[in-house]
């Protein structure tokens, strides 16, 4: 009776300390009794996802594209460069030469409106002074900007979409704070966007020595200025009327695949951009379509056959084997921005210890502060105190009823 009054009281204290036995067929369980079910079945491997393209290889020379067996490749164009990207994920189906460092002529105002439109309202509006027309280039495209008339800036800025108006972007650069700082500001915002072959020596992309840009990096700007609500409104726009100081006149879009001019048939869904020509770039194009959900951009840079029109016929063939080969061809590269750094915000500096007021005797003292103790105990895993402290209560209310059943009853 004594023995079973013990276990009861012990036992239970005991089972709590006891280790608990492994499972059946756990690490201590026979080899055989596991190979009972036999060997799992062999899961069917995924295909292996095709080699990622590197960003090197767009800087190598000549034609990069990777079609399936079945799927042609690009077109036969006489460009010196050209690309055609993805203008949703920024893949590039097919490119070549695309860093090559090539005049941009006046694709380069694509690079200054991503600058200099940012933060501008369209309906601000601006008197024309004498001296902001200085410097224009000879032979440069004008709009027609004159001095002493007032206009919005949104004019303005369709004479540089539609008419190309290198005296449009004489003004607007001044109103940005002048033609060098402009130049540098257009640079430092190429190379934000990833596009780090252009160097911009004028703005308005006029044939300057060292100036330069590529079929790369006139991709990424063509992208990014479809995402600038305004961009993509001036760059689409196929006419529109220009003041004339109390009167105006009707300005037309150069870019034929949008307008449709010259015996150049219109694009199919084509959401305009830029084209430009010097004497020393030949013919360049920035331009950009969407058929259903997709979206390509393509620039084309100074074809070799040496039709005025070509390059406009050079990127349509492109755009036509872009969205045929899309969902099939793998990307050789990206025109995506790189990722910004993350900003580490620093702590803010402490504020200054002020002296504490003197408390009147109505005011009671303030609370002492509560910190945590040196020695304060810490939650550093399982500790055995509590069993102890069970087993022994067990163990004492065992001892006691054992001695007091032993006693004589009187």
């Given at each position: 009776?004594?023995?079973?009054?013990?276990?009861?009281?012990?036992?239970?204290?005991?089972?709590?300390?006891?280790?608990?036995?492994?499972?059946?067929?756990?690490?201590?369980?026979?080899?055989?009794?596991?190979?009972?079910?036999?060997?799992?079945?062999?899961?069917?491997?995924?295909?292996?996802?095709?080699?990622?393209?590197?960003?090197?290889?767009?800087?190598?020379?000549?034609?990069?594209?990777?079609?399936?067996?079945?799927?042609?490749?690009?077109?036969?164009?006489?460009?010196?460069?050209?690309?055609?990207?993805?203008?949703?994920?920024?893949?590039?189906?097919?490119?070549?030469?695309?860093?090559?460092?090539?005049?941009?002529?006046?694709?380069?105002?694509?690079?200054?409106?991503?600058?200099?439109?940012?933060?501008?309202?369209?309906?601000?509006?601006?008197?024309?002074?004498?001296?902001?027309?200085?410097?224009?280039?000879?032979?440069?495209?004008?709009?027609?900007?004159?001095?002493?008339?007032?206009?919005?800036?949104?004019?303005?800025?369709?004479?540089?979409?539609?008419?190309?108006?290198?005296?449009?972007?004489?003004?607007?650069?001044?109103?940005?704070?002048?033609?060098?700082?402009?130049?540098?500001?257009?640079?430092?915002?190429?190379?934000?966007?990833?596009?780090?072959?252009?160097?911009?020596?004028?703005?308005?992309?006029?044939?300057?020595?060292?100036?330069?840009?590529?079929?790369?990096?006139?991709?990424?700007?063509?992208?990014?200025?479809?995402?600038?609500?305004?961009?993509?409104?001036?760059?689409?726009?196929?006419?529109?009327?220009?003041p004339g100081g109390g009167w105006s006149y009707g300005i037309r879009n150069t870019n034929r695949l949008l307008t449709g001019d010259d015996g150049v048939g219109r694009y199919p869904g084509v959401l305009g951009i830029?084209?430009?020509?010097?004497?020393?770039?030949?013919?360049?194009?920035?331009?950009?379509?969407?058929?259903?959900?997709?979206?390509?951009?393509?620039?084309?840079?100074?074809?070799?056959?040496?039709?005025?029109?070509?390059?406009?016929?050079?990127?349509?063939?492109?755009?036509?084997?872009?969205?045929?080969?899309?969902?099939?061809?793998q990307p050789v590269g990206s025109i995506l921005p790189p990722p910004q750094p993350r900003r580490i915000h620093a702590a803010a500096p402490p504020a200054p210890a002020s002296k504490p007021k003197p408390a009147s005797p109505s005011t009671p003292p303030p609370p002492a502060p509560v910190t945590a103790s040196a020695t304060a105990p810490t939650d550093d895993g399982p500790h055995l105190l509590l069993p102890l402290t069970v087993?022994?209560?067990?163990?004492?209310?065992?001892?006691?009823?054992?001695?007091?059943?032993?006693?004589?009853?009187?």
């Amino acid at each position: 009776m004594i023995v079973s009054s013990f276990a009861a009281a012990v036992l239970p204290a005991v089972l709590l300390l006891a280790p608990a036995a492994p499972p059946a067929g756990g690490p201590s369980a026979p080899a055989a009794a596991r190979s009972v079910a036999g060997p799992r079945p062999v899961e069917p491997m995924p295909p292996r996802p095709a080699a990622a393209a590197g960003p090197a290889l767009l800087h190598r020379p000549g034609t990069q594209v990777r079609v399936p067996p079945g799927v042609a490749g690009p077109p036969a164009v006489t460009a010196r460069a050209y690309l055609v990207a993805d203008a949703r994920s920024g893949d590039v189906l097919a490119a070549r030469d695309a860093h090559r460092q090539l005049p941009p002529a006046s694709t380069l105002k694509t690079l200054f409106a991503l600058t200099a439109l940012p933060g501008q309202s369209p309906e601000r509006q601006h008197t024309v002074s004498e001296h902001e027309l200085r410097g224009v280039g000879d032979g440069s495209s004008l709009v027609g900007v004159r001095e002493e008339v007032t206009y919005k800036l949104a004019d303005l800025w369709r004479g540089v979409f539609l008419s190309s108006g290198n005296d449009a972007v004489r003004v607007l650069a001044g109103l940005n704070g002048g033609w060098q700082r402009t130049a540098r500001e257009m640079e430092a915002k190429a190379h934000s966007l990833g596009a780090l072959d252009t160097r911009v020596k004028s703005p308005d992309g006029y044939d300057t020595e060292g100036q330069v840009s590529s079929a790369y990096d006139l991709a990424v700007f063509g992208r990014a200025g479809l995402q600038n609500p305004d961009f993509a409104r001036y760059a689409a726009t196929a006419e529109a009327d220009f003041p004339g100081g109390g009167w105006s006149y009707g300005i037309r879009n150069t870019n034929r695949l949008l307008t449709g001019d010259d015996g150049v048939g219109r694009y199919p869904g084509v959401l305009g951009i830029k084209n430009g020509y010097t004497t020393n770039a030949g013919h360049t194009l920035i331009t950009a379509a969407r058929h259903g959900s997709r979206t390509l951009v393509v620039s084309v840079m100074n074809p070799r056959s040496g039709g005025a029109f070509d390059v406009y016929e050079e990127a349509r063939r492109l755009l036509d084997w872009g969205f045929a080969a899309a969902p099939k061809a793998q990307p050789v590269g990206s025109i995506l921005p790189p990722p910004q750094p993350r900003r580490i915000h620093a702590a803010a500096p402490p504020a200054p210890a002020s002296k504490p007021k003197p408390a009147s005797p109505s005011t009671p003292p303030p609370p002492a502060p509560v910190t945590a103790s040196a020695t304060a105990p810490t939650d550093d895993g399982p500790h055995l105190l509590l069993p102890l402290t069970v087993v022994g209560s067990a163990l004492l209310a065992a001892t006691t009823l054992w001695w007091t059943r032993r006693r004589p009853h009187r």
